[in-house]
Nanobody, 127 residues
Framework: QVQLVESGGGLVQAGGSLRLSCACS????????MGWFRQAPGKGREFVAA????????YYADSVKGRFTISRDYAKNTVYLQMNSLKPEDTAVYYC????????????????????WGQGTQVTVSS
């Protein structure tokens, strides 16, 4: 059974930085694409960033491109989201996910392509 545990969220002022971590167990970490999504109050879950099984291909939402960086550490079975120049509109619960299915090694912007999710970590950016 796959388990994803996020950490690193918190309260930060606008312009600040945070690094989110997501530790993965129960699946061969090096074989699967990973993604980060977020959900603000009253809104649906939206794509933030994703990378493929070997970290060579990354996708970003336009709203975070140039500010956020996704990466993965195979020795620690962990995926990271480095968030810089944070804005109040980045406030949300952030979730990591691991892709399933036949193309699980390819990153995706769709929540439907991910079959396991973490519990989420709150990020609050004050103005």
């Amino acid at each position: 059974q796959v388990q994803l545990v996020e950490s690193g969220g918190g309260l930060v002022q606008a312009g600040g930085s945070l690094r989110l971590s997501c530790a993965c167990s129960g699946r061969t970490f090096s074989s699967y694409a990973m993604g980060w999504f977020r959900q603000a109050p009253g809104k649906g879950r939206e794509f933030v960033a994703a990378l493929n099984y070997n970290g060579g291909t990354t996708y970003y939402a336009d709203s975070v491109k140039g500010r956020f960086t996704i990466s993965r550490d195979y020795a620690k079975n962990t995926v990271y989201l480095q968030m810089n120049s944070l804005k109040p509109e980045d406030t949300a619960v952030y979730y990591c996910a691991v892709r399933g299915g036949s193309y699980a090694y390819i990153p995706s912007r769709s929540t439907e392509d991910y079959d396991s999710w973490g519990q989420g970590t709150q990020v609050t950016v004050s103005s």
